[in-house]
């Protein structure tokens, strides 16, 4: 395939930084041991990435024992992988942290890198400390991970946590992020919290890696009323790849099942609510997409289900675009 037939994607989330911490690797460019690295998004024709620091689980505490460390001295370290990696090869990527930068790298050349924090357990109930990651680069916050924090309660079988919406602070931290320009992900989040951040947020919104629940009855998927919401507030659902969250049961994904899951999402949300959030690194099984070096893949696909160059070119960048530009400074 010619680099000028490749359809540029955006794609708002993966775990690189965390499996590089866990390998000992701090640059990203070749890292053939991860799903994905700064080579492979080239390859795929990448024209964003969000990159997550995924703050370690409770299980990963476990396994780690003392080898742990405390959140503030872990979340350095991947921001300094990060920023390490776009200083080493600034030639191919460069920060972005509105849709200016995102502007000036295309003209580049380069893809841009989106910084992003998955887990508001790393804020501590502290409202100047969100002020704090913005300065260091900080773009897009996932509210909560799987265990309740400052902000609220996380995604759940337990239909009385599922139903918990958000904390004071985490009520008053919405306003803060839409002033700072952090994007809101409720990705992960109670369906409560969903509902208020909904009701609070005076900004558009995203489920930066959730898929359609109808479609695979999920707690981290979304309903078709959310999904609606979503799109009503201008906001997008970035496609997650995980097997799981795309047909019950599985432990394998089909281009088939990205092809039904982005489908319903644009059918329900509008044209202009579905992308791409693939979880690459943070997911296992038997996946269509080995990594971005096969999103063109799936660019086929959508056009083989029916939809235009013009209409794949939405779910791929035009739609997260806009939500950069509506929200971030
Ligand atoms: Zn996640």
Request: proline share 3%; charged share 25%.
């Amino acid at each position: 395939m010619k680099n000028e037939e490749k359809i540029p994607f955006i794609d708002m989330h993966c775990d690189t930084l965390m499996q590089a911490w866990f390998r000992l690797k701090r640059d990203i460019y070749h890292f053939p041991s991860a799903m994905a690295d700064v080579q492979r998004l080239a390859q795929g024709g990448c024209k964003a990435q969000f990159f997550a620091i995924f703050l370690q689980s409770m299980r990963m505490k476990k396994i780690l024992g003392p080898l742990m460390q405390k959140d503030d001295a872990y979340i350095e370290t991947l921001m300094s992988t990060f920023y390490r990696t776009l200083k080493r090869h600034s030639g191919v990527l460069a920060f972005a942290g509105n849709a200016q930068d995102l502007e000036r790298n295309k003209r580049e050349g380069k893809i841009s890198a989106f910084l992003t924090i998955e887990d508001g357990r790393a804020v501590r109930g502290r409202m100047e400390t969100l002020e704090e990651y913005h300065k260091k680069g900080v773009r897009l916050l996932g509210l909560t991970w799987n265990y309740p924090n400052c902000f609220g309660h996380p995604n759940s079988t337990n239909i009385i946590e599922m139903k918990r919406g958000l904390s004071d602070f985490g009520k008053e931290a919405i306003g803060e992020l839409n002033r700072l320009g952090i994007v809101i992900d409720v990705s992960h989040l109670s369906d409560g919290g969903f509902w208020d951040v909904a009701e609070l947020s005076q900004k558009p919104f995203v489920a930066s890696h959730s898929s359609a629940r109808v479609l695979c009855p999920h707690p981290r998927n979304l309903t078709d009323e959310m999904i609606r919401t979503i799109g009503e507030k201008g906001g997008v659902v970035g496609m997650n790849q995980n097997p799981e969250f795309l047909y019950p049961g599985s432990q394998e994904n089909r281009i088939e099942d990205l092809v039904a899951h982005l489908l319903h999402i644009r059918n329900v949300g509008g044209r202009e609510c579905a992308a791409l959030g693939s979880d690459y690194d943070g997911i296992d099984g038997k996946l269509c997409l080995r990594g971005p070096q096969d999103y063109q893949k799936l660019a086929h696909a959508l056009k083989k289900a029916g939809l235009s160059e013009t209409e794949v070119e939405e779910i791929f960048y035009k739609n997260v675009e806009r939500v950069i530009q509506d929200v971030m400074r």
